[in-house]
């Protein structure tokens, strides 16, 4: 069955003193595009995430969004003690000088080197690694309930158009015989108007041999034919292939091909607004089928 390239999936968890949120989004697009934001400290994750997304997700336009928030003592900057002193005697120098000079411990600890980030020698790879693994799987399976129902939901409304074009095309075929009956009553009648006015006769073959050129032209029996396969073709790639949208696609093509074929062909009001029903019907289907993956 087809699923919609449109989803969304979170997942989030609490261990050891540290918070992890993860959020996974996906929208339509004709390729495999991915943007991941992951926290500094795993930033060499990121391959290792989008060759997961990639592999489970196909297609599409990927945003993941990685959070961690640390609540512990150990979130805590370090104070470079080293720095911080060598700060200090630089100032009390100044201070010889003989101007007053106020020493503010908050400006300190802005300056560069002062305050350190936590945990430099730690593995975050090692200890965050598993977990940041087991919720973005937790995510992305989120995202793909939420594409395979939104895909149902895309397939019933194909279904509709499907109908629609069907329906259609039954007219059409009751509709195309009457054409040329139609067309040799309007020749035949124009024709004997005028010879009679010129008094002259036609040889009855010749008027034959017209309508049935104007019949092999017009005929659009194999082009019907052909719309039908397709309709078929659609129908089983929405049931049976998961990976569908590139070939709806452009079966949505040829179906358009094929419709303007009978319409420029047939030369008939009749089946022209049936034409204008099948249209519109494959217009939507194109739209829809953009956000089939």
């Given at each position: 069955?087809?699923?919609?390239?449109?989803g969304?999936?979170?997942?989030?968890?609490?261990?050891?003193?540290t918070?992890?949120?993860?959020?996974?989004?996906s929208?339509?697009?004709?390729?495999?595009?991915a943007?991941?934001k992951?926290?500094?400290?795993?930033?060499?994750?990121?391959?290792e995430?989008?060759?997961l997304?990639?592999?489970?997700?196909?297609r599409g336009?990927?945003?993941?969004?990685?959070?961690?928030?640390?609540?512990?003592?150990?979130a805590?900057?370090?104070i470079n003690?080293?720095?911080?002193?060598?700060?200090?005697?630089?100032?009390?120098q100044?201070?010889?000088l003989?101007?007053?000079?106020?020493?503010?411990?908050?400006?300190?600890?802005?300056?560069?080197?002062v305050?350190?980030?936590?945990?430099?020698?730690t593995?975050?790879?090692?200890?965050?690694?598993?977990?940041?693994?087991?919720?973005?799987?937790?995510?992305?399976?989120?995202l793909?309930?939420?594409?395979?129902?939104?895909?149902?939901?895309?397939f019933?409304?194909l279904q509709?158009h499907?109908?629609?074009?069907?329906?259609?095309?039954v007219?059409?075929?009751?509709?195309?015989?009457?054409?040329i009956?139609e067309?040799?009553r309007?020749?035949?009648?124009?024709?004997n108007?005028?010879?009679?006015?010129?008094q002259l006769?036609i040889?009855?073959?010749d008027?034959?041999?017209e309508v049935?050129?104007?019949?092999e032209?017009?005929?659009?029996?194999e082009?019907?034919?052909?719309?039908?396969?397709?309709?078929?073709?659609?129908?089983?790639?929405?049931?049976?292939?998961?990976?569908?949208?590139r070939?709806l696609?452009?079966?949505t093509?040829?179906?358009?091909?094929?419709?303007?074929?009978i319409?420029s062909?047939?030369?008939?009001?009749h089946?022209?607004?049936h034409?204008?029903?099948?249209?519109g019907a494959?217009?939507r289907?194109?739209?829809?089928?953009?956000?089939?993956?």
């Amino acid at each position: 069955m087809i699923v919609s390239m449109t989803g969304f999936g979170d997942a989030a968890s609490q261990r050891e003193g540290t918070h992890y949120s993860v959020e996974v989004r996906s929208l339509n697009n004709r390729f495999f595009k991915a943007v991941i934001k992951l926290p500094d400290v795993v930033s060499g994750l990121e391959p290792e995430v989008e060759t997961l997304l990639r592999e489970k997700l196909g297609r599409g336009s990927i945003t993941a969004i990685i959070k961690m928030r640390v609540e512990g003592a150990e979130a805590a900057y370090v104070i470079n003690q080293a720095a911080l002193q060598s700060y200090m005697q630089q100032l009390h120098q100044v201070a010889t000088l003989g101007e007053a000079v106020r020493i503010d411990m908050a400006s300190l600890l802005t300056l560069p080197g002062v305050c350190q980030e936590p945990d430099e020698d730690t593995d975050h790879h090692a200890k965050h690694g598993d977990t940041l693994r087991e919720l973005i799987g937790q995510a992305i399976d989120k995202l793909l309930g939420m594409r395979q129902r939104e895909g149902q939901a895309l397939f019933t409304d194909l279904q509709k158009h499907l109908g629609v074009i069907a329906a259609a095309l039954v007219e059409i075929e009751k509709r195309a015989p009457s054409v040329i009956e139609e067309y040799h009553r309007r020749l035949t009648s124009r024709v004997n108007d005028l010879l009679s006015k010129a008094q002259l006769k036609i040889n009855e073959t010749d008027l034959y041999k017209e309508v049935a050129v104007y019949a092999e032209r017009s005929d659009i029996a194999e082009e019907i034919q052909r719309l039908r396969h397709h309709l078929k073709a659609f129908e089983a790639a929405c049931r049976t292939t998961e990976h569908a949208g590139r070939k709806l696609d452009f079966l949505t093509q040829e179906m358009l091909r094929e419709a303007n074929t009978i319409g420029s062909k047939a030369n008939d009001a009749h089946i022209a607004g049936h034409v204008v029903d099948i249209k519109g019907a494959i217009d939507r289907m194109k739209e829809q089928v953009q956000n089939v993956e």
